[in-house]
């Protein structure tokens, strides 16, 4: 072995260290950069934990297939109205005892992970036929399930979701129905008149008076115009609750 030869060996031994040095010494860097060690720099990489937040979706229209209702909230809490009024008061205010109509609404929600969803029902009816008429709003089991006899539960709330995990993406449809019932208010009007005159014949005078009476009835009924129905409304507003909360 020549003195070169031992001389390059002896400087490639220290070259090499050195760079494993370089690598140690920037990894560690790396860690305490990032606020960590290097033990935990490297955990970063070899687990994963998350908390999902998931999907909410609720949404309130006339019964169709569900996710193909009118209207869907975009936000949470934000409040959904359902509309009616002119296209059902011709039939609820009926013939001369009046009628009645039912309304069915439906209602698609879905909250996945550990959220849970509940709704309260808030209806404004004035003026017109229906705030004329008795109404009730039920909560049914099915859109045929709405009919004026009804015999469901009478509510305004509903939580279709717990906050038990879940990873669904089928959509839960309730089914809502409004009942209403227009019956007129009506009378009877009564009068009478009496008439006295003395009549006079010619060449005999006046003779003795005469008494005339007559008597006429009515029927009298509450007069509305359904056509010029106000547009009633059916607020459907909700919240969402994670574990351990309350809403």
Not at 113 to 131: A, D, K, Q
Not at 226 to 235: G, R, V
Request: charged share 10%; glycine share 10%; with cysteine.
């Amino acid at each position: 072995m020549t003195t070169a030869t031992t001389r390059a060996s002896a400087w490639r031994r220290p070259h090499g260290w050195l760079l494993t040095a370089f690598v140690l010494l920037a990894a560690i860097l790396v860690g305490a950069g990032t606020g960590g060690t290097l033990a935990l720099w490297r955990d970063e990489f070899t687990g994963t934990v998350r908390m999902p937040v998931g999907v909410t979706v609720f949404g309130v229209g006339t019964p169709a297939t569900p996710g193909t209702l009118a209207k869907y909230a975009t936000a949470d809490p934000q409040s959904l109205t359902f509309t009616f009024g002119p296209a059902q008061a011709a039939a609820l205010y009926g013939g001369p005892t009046g009628g009645a109509v039912a309304i069915p609404v439906q209602v698609d929600s879905l909250a996945q992970g550990h959220r849970g969803l509940s709704y309260t029902v808030t209806p404004s009816i004035t003026g017109g036929v229906f705030g004329a008429s008795r109404w009730q709003l039920y909560k049914v089991a099915s859109a045929a399930a709405c009919t004026t006899s009804t015999t469901a539960t009478v509510t305004t709330t509903s939580t279709p979701w717990s906050t038990a995990y879940t990873t669904t993406t089928a959509l839960v449809s309730e089914y809502w129905c409004l009942v209403a019932r227009f019956v007129p208010v009506t009378g009877t009007h009564t009068n009478t008149a009496t008439v006295t005159g003395t009549p006079v014949i010619p060449g005999l005078g006046a003779q003795s008076p005469l008494t005339a009476t007559d008597s006429w009835s009515a029927l009298t009924r509450q007069t509305l115009v359904p056509s010029a129905e106000p547009t009633h409304t059916l607020t459907f507003a909700f919240t969402t609750t994670r574990a351990g909360s309350t809403p």
